[in-house]
């Protein structure tokens, strides 16, 4: 009955009390608010950070303090170094509300959230799957998988919703055809997504969606044990799982990391990249024109850059007392690093504040940095790449049909991005 | 220049395969980093350097 009633707190309410916690602290609370006028920019409070107060205390949803670092050196220096744990079991972990969630529900943890030597394992036997090599090997299918999402979306009615005709399907197939989940399913595993990465969801929602997707990838699993494919999870059984570098209970969780991770963020990327393209129409053109590959590959680095989706920080916990540009943080304290921030840091992007496909920087930290940096940023570069380039070269004259401030931007979810994009074209 | 690296370090990332693929590549079996070319000639040092700063495991170092 308690678990029930527990189960059944939402996190709004948690929120309540961190509020009336952060009064008592005089804390201001983490993740601040963006303004809603200037929808690609991260929250304005946090170049007062940057410039004034680069390492600084705020509390959590769930009344937590904890080390914010707004500055992008300080942030490379915390990622590789071993002394911060990413182990969210670990006592003083700054949890996400949903995180909290699956973990009072006893979910397993994918390798995104262990420490070495575990997640050196678990990695290791996952990163042959993400090479260079074997991604752009995939590249031709994408292509294709791009140009049939777009073929419907143009023979469809105007205006249409980029999100549901491009971003959301795209991924979706891409990461289904890699791992051999079957797309059908996708409406199921999108909500059970949805609801991972709400900031105002229902907690119990996200344990039992976390829970069903688990039962559902074993069950999976199982079948491909059976039946093997030409797919990633009968790989994995043959070549790791039955070689003994992976158990066949850690198989199910790192999948559903796989799945999930494939597809929300590249799916926020492509909705906001391509707004943010809408509003800079002379670079759009340029991605339509350009004979050059890398001039292409160069303007998805900077759309990560400039358009960054993290909205709650790349999180760890010290696991020792370091002393960090010169702030003791002590064994047991949460740090937040706040990678919004980071990609407006104007020591290292000069005016930082404006998209330019002609940037040429690739230090971004979009995709993290350390030994935890995302294993599939290779496949999101190419998904990118392509999306971007077809959506400029076949729709030339694509624009948005609504005004800017009516698009629902992602203000309620721990990932930023659109809710919808309304184009024509 | 020249160049040394440590693949029991690496995390596979691939950054050094996408920045300069005529110096690095990544095992078929592992996924690790391979080096093609260990002394790469001047033309190669600004994409090798960048390779070595972006590597997220630091598995790169580069020698003059």
Same mark, same amino acid.
Request: hydrophobic residues 30%.
């Given at each position: 009955m308690t678990e029930m009633a527990s189960a059944a707190v939402s996190d709004a309410a948690v929120s309540d009390a961190a509020v009336s916690d952060e009064a008592a602290s005089g804390l201001p609370f983490f993740p601040m608010e963006r303004d809603a006028r200037c929808p690609?920019?991260?929250?304005?409070a946090y170049r007062r950070l940057r410039e004034q107060e680069p390492i600084s205390r705020a509390v959590l949803w769930n009344g937590r303090k904890v080390w914010v670092f707004a500055r992008y050196e300080d942030q490379r220096t915390i990622l590789t170094d071993?002394?911060? %744990?990413? +182990?969210?079991?670990?006592?003083g972990y700054p949890l996400l509300n949903t995180q909290a969630a699956v973990l009072e529900g006893g979910g397993a943890r994918s390798f995104v959230f262990l420490d070495d030597p575990e997640h050196d394992r678990v990695r290791r036997s996952l990163i042959k799957e993400f090479t260079v090599k074997r991604i752009e090997a995939l590249r031709p299918r994408i292509e294709q998988i791009v140009d049939g999402a777009l073929d419907a979306m143009l023979a469809?009615?105007?205006?249409?919703?980029l999100v549901k005709a491009l971003a959301m399907p795209v991924p979706s197939v891409v990461i289904c055809e890699m791992l051999g989940v079957?797309?059908? +399913?996708h409406e199921f595993f999108q909500e059970v997504n949805e609801h991972i990465v %709400?900031?105002?969801?229902?907690s119990g929602t996200v344990r039992d969606g976390h829970q069903e997707l688990n039962e559902y990838l074993v069950k999976l699993v199982d079948s491909k044990r059976e039946q093997p494919g030409d797919d990633m999870i009968s790989r994995l059984l043959r070549d790791q799982v039955d070689e003994g570098r992976m158990t066949l209970e850690e198989l199910p969780i790192n999948l559903l990391l796989l799945l999930l991770a494939g597809q929300e963020p590249t799916t926020d990327m492509i909705g906001i990249g391509t707004a943010v393209l809408l509003q800079h129409p002379e670079q759009f053109a340029e991605l339509g024109t350009t004979q050059d590959p890398k001039f292409v590959a160069g303007a998805v680095e900077e759309i990560l850059r400039y358009a960054s989706? $993290?909205?709650v920080g790349i999180r760890r916990v010290a696991a020792a007392d370091v002393e960090i540009g010169g702030q003791l943080i002590r064994a047991g304290e949460g740090v937040v690093l706040v990678t919004d921030s980071a990609a407006r840091d104007e020591e290292v992007f000069d005016d930082a504040a404006q998209p330019d496909?002609?940037?040429?920087?690739?230090?971004?930290?979009a995709f993290g940095?350390? =030994?935890?940096?995302?294993?599939g940023q290779t496949l999101s570069r190419v998904e990118l790449q392509t999306v971007f380039r077809a959506l400029a070269r076949? =729709?030339?004259? &694509?624009?948005?049909?609504?005004? &800017?401030?009516e698009v629902p931007f992602?203000? +309620?979810? $721990?990932i930023y991005g659109v809710h919808s994009l309304p184009v024509t074209w | 220049v020249k160049i040394d690296v440590a693949s029991d370090k690496?995390?596979?990332?691939g950054l050094c395969a996408m920045v300069a693929p005529e110096v690095f590549d990544q095992s078929t079996e592992k996924g690790t980093v391979v080096l093609l070319t260990p002394t790469p000639d001047e033309a190669q040092a600004a994409d090798v350097r960048e390779a070595a700063h972006l590597c997220p495991s630091r598995s790169i170092t580069v020698r003059r």
């Open positions: 690609f920019d991260e929250p304005p071993p002394r911060f %744990s990413a +182990d969210l079991r670990r006592p469809g009615p105007k205006p249409a919703d079957p797309y059908a +399913d %709400s900031r105002e969801v229902n989706i $993290n909205h496909v002609h940037r040429g920087a690739r230090n971004h930290l940095y350390g =030994v935890h940096q995302c294993i076949r =729709v030339p004259t &694509l624009r948005l049909a609504v005004p &800017l401030d992602r203000h +309620d979810m $721990n | 690496c995390i596979g990332a």
